[in-house]
T-cell receptor, first 111, second 112 residues
């Protein structure tokens, strides 16, 4: 079973920041938080991951709380092309550790 | 850099028939995965290869599903015989070192 809890859906206006929350209260010390997204009719796409520090790349920022029990994915300026299902996944550090997908958050960006 | 390639993109078969899917991972990626995604759900791992060896096939229904990765590059996933509940998107992913996974576009299977 997935170890994360996400809202089933969210809306965001184009050009505004989209903040997607994720709860992972049972996360272990050596487990990472990964975010993927899946645009309609495509395979999942890696966005970002982190252990305990905040992370930023060209796609998004990941904010992890100090107790690591929750995190927020931030898309700073959402566009219509960001409409997708966003998956928050807790995964161990080893090659054999699985990505276990839940049902994710369906983000709808509107004009 | 070319992405993960999969074929066919769509397949419609009748129950009890057999079907095969093909995956070509990103060049140099040692780890290859097959996932099944049923409509409305997240992807579920079926099998993981490291080079041409199986790392995890605990979720693969071995009475009807089989997979191989010859020479540690391309891979095929086969279903024989297919059931109605096998209707899903079959996703292939690859990874250079087992952390970040890169997914292909998937094959949409419909079993009638």
């Amino acid at each position: 079973d997935a170890k994360t809890t996400q809202p089933p859906s969210m809306d965001c206006a184009e050009g505004r920041a989209a903040n997607l929350p994720c709860n992972h209260s049972t996360i272990s010390g050596n487990e990472y938080v990964y975010w993927y997204r899946q645009i309609h009719s495509q395979g999942p796409q890696y966005i970002i991951h982190g252990l305990k520090n905040n992370e930023t790349n060209e796609m998004a920022s990941l904010i992890i709380t100090e107790d690591r029990k929750s995190s927020t994915l931030i898309l700073p300026h959402a566009t219509l092309r960001d409409t997708a299902v966003y998956y928050c996944i807790v995964r161990g550090q080893y090659n054999t550790d699985k990505l276990i997908f839940g049902t994710g958050t369906r983000l709808q960006v509107f004009p | 850099e070319a992405g993960v390639a999969q074929s066919p993109r769509y397949k419609i078969i009748e129950k009890r028939q057999s079907v095969a899917f093909w995956c070509n991972p990103i060049s140099g990626h040692a780890t290859l995965y097959w996932y099944q995604q049923i409509l409305g759900q997240g992807p579920k791992l079926l099998i993981q290869f490291q080079n041409n060896g199986v790392v995890d096939d605990s979720q693969l229904p071995k009475d009807r599903f089989s997979a191989e990765r010859l020479k540690g590059v391309d891979s095929t996933l086969k279903i024989q015989p297919a059931k109605l509940e096998d209707s899903a998107v079959y996703l292939c992913a690859s990874s250079p070192s087992g952390d970040t996974q890169y997914f292909g576009p998937g094959t949409r299977l419909t079993v009638l």
